[in-house]
């Protein structure tokens, strides 16, 4: 018999709890962890990691309705199977079937997800998806939907910067989200104090978002607070934050010996009281819910039905060596498109407002994020002024975090499939989100294919502030304010990385990047920002280039992977340069130089896109000139510089008369801020004259 129960207040939005369905689901994720438990054991797969201790999640989910977003962590099994009724998926994780539901059996068992059911996309760095799931929640208010999202993590999970990230945005926009910290007690072997001092619910809400501690041993009790928290956060009076008290019944995971760091009194006591299916079992039959045979009974049906879905997943086909490549980056089919409207000349500050204001208004839910950018300067440098004046609400202020600020741009695009825009105001400062960076490219591949994150990161990168282009320096950025960037971004699996030389092409590309399915950061040259076409030393303009500070009104876009070639002089090249960004223009004005003084001509090869970069017309232009130079502003350290250096001393060695050069910045610090020093640190268009000489000669 089905008894249902009504939630206690009677103001809440709660649905009607089944609870012998819910004690069921507890009883089935405790079943399921004994059985893969000892599959691991038996070396049927390599790890597992369990929930034993944490089965009332399944009565927070209970309280939250289906349309609500979960963001779980390794010990939600009950969570996943309350929201889904799916005993097959995490079998088939576990086993690495292609049916597997959250990566086609690519990742670990026990990493919850699911689009289809708003199972946001579980990682193995613990606290990761926190910053993902803000900006799921910023989406939400923005919409003003009525959905929340929950996301889950355990004590030592409190203490990463990605959860302290998810609590700023959430407090900071009031979001709607509910953050539970499964507290069991430890972090592998480290006890919760080590991970925050006093107490998590002051913490909270001295930070303005609304705690309460709950006993996660007892399922009632959970069921009970979260239906109430969650009305709370519905009724719009902000997020919340529930330190749910638990016990961590099995070791960490199949890899941990329990007893080499918890005492025997401590396990003992553990079991005895706080295993949350025991004591909703007894609950159950005190209340007269249940007898007592019903609970023994009701585990030997559950551990029957898995026996039969185990029997069936292992007749399911497994991975093959060949897929290893699917799903790792996702480039927009491009479409043919000539731009007709009138050609002004612009800057390139110019174009990237032009490209804000066409995604603003091609696209209602369009927004960019980062510091100051809803200001009316439009950001330190201008870029979001237009958005600013002609779109309302469509440049947004962030605070200081950049971890925060790709968050929430990154998180608000996985829900709906559609690009928003994350500002990092220098590159340099990357850094603190390099990980959500990193994950967020790395989606796709790991849920192969389910997930993805459209994510546009644009940021000021390379030499100069901002200002005119200097006579060759770097316009006193200093450290902070010159790093390059591209020996970051293009080494990340799944990450488009571009950097444009010209505002035709910083415009094209930013409209076409935003239609792609996977992040991509979009380098910004300081120098070039509000830089004249480059000219030979004479004070020429170089014609080739010039035309691409002609930029088309409206909208129009350009290819991302095809670079464009560059031809400076007559006839057939005798050196390929291969470039991008400001070196684009210093390579145009070396090349100049030399075609004024010999005559001939000398290809530059502007690559636009540097990941995944255009192969072909690299092959193409070394095997016409037979010479090549790569230019890159990056020290010579690991670079991606290098990297397309090796590329063709591998793959184009047969073409080759000479050594291919490669002209870089020094490796050292970028860069110092006095003048004589500032102009030694880049390369420039004459030390990329003397290369050429140079391979000329040899
Ligand atoms: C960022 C990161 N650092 C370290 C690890 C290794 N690691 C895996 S689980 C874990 C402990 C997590 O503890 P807690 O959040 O309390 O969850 P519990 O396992 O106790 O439920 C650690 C340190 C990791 N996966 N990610």
Same mark, same amino acid.
């Given at each position: 018999m089905t008894i249902n129960t009504r939630a206690t207040e009677a103001t809440t939005t709660a649905q009607p709890l089944d609870i012998l369905a819910l004690y069921r689901t507890m009883v089935m994720a405790r079943a399921m962890n004994d059985m893969l438990k000892t599959r691991k054991t038996q070396g049927r797969f *390599?790890?597992?990691?369990?929930?034993?201790?944490?089965?009332?999640?399944?009565?927070?989910?209970?309280?939250? @309705?289906? @349309?609500?977003?979960?963001?779980?962590?390794?010990?939600?099994?009950?969570?996943?199977?309350?929201?889904?009724?799916?005993?097959?998926?995490?079998? #088939?994780?576990?086993y690495s079937r292609t049916t597997g539901p959250m990566g086609a059996g690519r990742n670990m068992p026990s990493h919850y997800?699911?689009?289809?059911? /708003?199972?946001? =996309?579980?990682?193995?760095?613990?606290?990761?998806?926190?910053? $993902?799931?803000?900006?799921?929640? $910023?989406?939400?208010?923005? %919409?003003?939907?009525?959905?929340?999202?929950?996301?889950?993590?355990?004590?030592?999970?409190?203490?990463?910067?990605? $959860?302290?990230?998810?609590? #700023?945005?959430?407090?900071v926009h009031q979001l709607?989200?509910? !953050?539970?910290?499964? &507290?069991?007690?430890?972090?592998?072997?480290?006890?919760? *104090?080590?991970?925050?001092?006093?107490?998590?619910?002051?913490?909270?809400?001295?930070?303005?978002?609304?705690?309460?501690?709950? &006993?996660?041993? &007892?399922?009632?009790?959970?069921? +009970?607070?979260?239906?109430?928290?969650?009305? %709370?956060?519905?009724?719009?009076?902000?997020?919340?934050?529930?330190?749910?008290?638990?016990?961590l019944l099995d070791p960490h995971s199949s890899s941990t010996d329990i007893r080499s760091y918890r005492t025997k009194e401590e396990i003992e006591e553990t079991t005895a009281a706080k295993d949350p299916v025991k004591n909703f079992g007894r609950w159950l039959v005190d209340n007269g819910h249940l007898q007592q045979t019903d609970l023994e009974r009701i585990?030997?049906?559950? #551990?029957t039905e898995l026996e039969r879905a185990e029997s069936e997943i292992?007749?399911?086909?497994?991975?093959?060596?060949?897929?290893?490549? +699917?799903?790792?980056?996702?480039?927009?089919?491009?479409?043919?498109?000539? =731009? /007709?409207?009138?050609?002004?000349?612009?800057? !390139?500050?110019?174009?990237?407002?032009?490209?804000?204001?066409?995604?603003?208004?091609?696209?209602? &839910?369009? $927004?960019?994020?980062?510091?100051d950018v809803g200001s009316p300067k439009g950001g330190v440098f201008g870029a979001t002024a237009t958005l600013v004046t002609q779109f309302p609400g469509r440049a947004i202020s962030s605070p200081l975090n950049e971890q925060l600020i790709v968050g929430i741009a990154a998180g608000a695009g996985m829900i709906d499939g559609k690009a928003r825009c994350a500002e990092i105001q220098f590159v340099d400062y990357h850094q603190s989100a390099a990980q959500t960076i990193r994950m967020a490219a790395r989606v796709s591949y790991q849920s192969y294919g389910d997930w993805t994150v459209p994510l546009l990161i644009r940021t000021k990168s390379g030499s100069g502030g901002g200002g005119p282009i200097s006579s060759g320096g770097s316009g006193g950025g200093a450290y902070g304010h010159s790093n390059t960037g591209e020996q970051w971004f293009t080494c990340i699996p799944g990450m488009i990385t571009i950097c444009p030389s010209t505002p035709f092409d910083a415009k094209g590309l930013m409209l076409e990047a935003a239609r792609a399915q996977s992040p991509v950061t979009f380098l910004e040259r300081g120098r070039l920002y509000r830089s004249d076409p480059p000219k030979d030393s004479a004070g020429n303009i170089i014609a080739p280039m010039a035309e691409y500070w002609n930029v088309p009104d409206g909208y129009y876009t350009q290819p991302i992977g095809k670079a464009r070639r560059l031809r400076i002089g007559e006839g057939p090249s005798s050196v390929a340069i291969i470039s991008w960004g400001t070196m684009v223009l210093e390579s145009c004005t070396a090349g100049a130089d030399i075609v004024n003084r010999k005559g001939g001509a000398i290809e530059v090869v502007d690559l636009r896109t540097l990941e995944p970069f255009d192969k072909e017309a690299v092959a193409a232009a070394v095997r016409e000139a037979n010479r090549v130079i790569v230019v890159t502003e990056e020290q010579d350290l690991t670079s991606f510089g290098r990297h397309l250096h090796s590329w063709i001393v591998q793959n184009c060695f047969y073409d080759l008369d000479g050594t291919p050069g490669l002209v870089s910045a020094i490796p050292a610090p970028p860069a110092p801020y006095?003048?004589? +020093?500032?102009?030694?640190?880049?390369?420039?268009?004459?030390?990329? +004259?003397?290369?050429?000489?140079?391979?000329?000669?040899?």
């Open positions: *390599p790890f597992y990691i369990g929930c034993a201790g944490h089965e009332s999640m399944a009565a927070v989910v209970a309280a939250l @309705d289906q @349309d609500d977003w979960l963001s779980l962590y390794y010990r939600d099994l009950a969570a996943w199977l309350q929201r889904t009724g799916d005993i097959y998926g995490p079998l #088939r994780e576990a997800s699911s689009k289809r059911l /708003r199972i946001l =996309p579980t990682f193995s760095e613990v606290g990761a998806l926190a910053p $993902f799931a803000g900006g799921v929640g $910023f989406s939400l208010q923005r %919409h003003q939907a009525k959905e929340l999202v929950l996301f889950c993590t355990g004590d030592g999970g409190a203490a990463t910067n990605d $959860f302290n990230v998810l609590f #700023r945005q959430a407090a709607p989200i509910l !953050m539970v910290v499964e &507290d069991n007690g430890w972090a592998i072997t480290t006890p919760s *104090p080590i991970q925050w001092a006093g107490s998590l619910v002051e913490w909270a809400k001295g930070g303005g978002v609304y705690a309460e501690e709950i &006993d996660g041993t &007892d399922a009632m009790a959970t069921y +009970e607070a979260s239906t109430r928290l969650a009305q %709370h956060i519905r009724s719009g009076q902000g997020p919340v934050l529930m330190h749910l008290r638990m016990g585990r030997k049906e559950c #551990r292992l007749k399911e086909p497994q991975p093959t060596a060949e897929r290893v490549t +699917e799903h790792i980056i996702y480039i927009p089919q491009w479409q043919e498109n000539t =731009p /007709r409207e009138t050609k002004r000349q612009t800057s !390139m500050l110019g174009a990237i407002n032009e490209a804000l204001a066409e995604l603003a208004q091609r696209d209602p &839910d369009f $927004f960019v994020y980062g510091q006095n003048e004589p +020093e500032e102009l030694a640190f880049y390369p420039t268009a004459k030390t990329i +004259e003397a290369k050429i000489e140079e391979l000329l000669a040899e």
